[in-house]
Nanobody, 120 residues
Framework: QLQLVESGGGLVQPGGSLRLSCAASEFNLNHYAIAWFRQAPGKEREEVSCESISGRTATAADSVQGRFTLSRDSANHTIYLQMNNLKPEDTAVYYC?????????????WGQGTQVTVSS
């Protein structure tokens, strides 16, 4: 079965940290570009971070550079998004995604999303 299941979202105070996980059961993560996207209420979906199939190239949105880190644990079939120094504008539904071609192309597989709320 091909499924992505996000977890780890929740309510966090500004300045706090949170780690999102994406369980990619039975996917060989070495064969996919990996990414996290987010969508806030009333706003367009945006790419938060993406890493190439090889893992040698990575991108991050200007709004999260220096604060968020995308990683993969291929052995455990898991993708992570470490989020530090969270801000209220980070509030959104976060989605993990896998792609067969690479970053900048439409992702083939998507998770159901997990809510992150940053508020005092």
């Amino acid at each position: 079965q091909l499924q992505l299941v996000e977890s780890g979202g929740g309510l966090v105070q500004p300045g706090g940290s949170l780690r999102l996980s994406c369980a990619a059961s039975e996917f060989n993560l070495n064969h996919y570009a990996i990414a996290w996207f987010r969508q806030a209420p009333g706003k367009e979906r945006e790419e938060v971070s993406c890493e190439s199939i090889s893992g040698r190239t990575a991108t991050a949105a200007d709004s999260v550079q220096g604060r968020f880190t995308l990683s993969r644990d291929s052995a455990n079939h898991t993708i992570y998004l470490q989020m530090n120094n969270l801000k209220p504008e980070d509030t959104a539904v976060y989605y993990c995604a896998l792609g067969n071609i690479g970053c900048g192309y439409v992702m083939a597989y998507w998770g159901q999303g997990t809510q992150v709320t940053v508020s005092s």
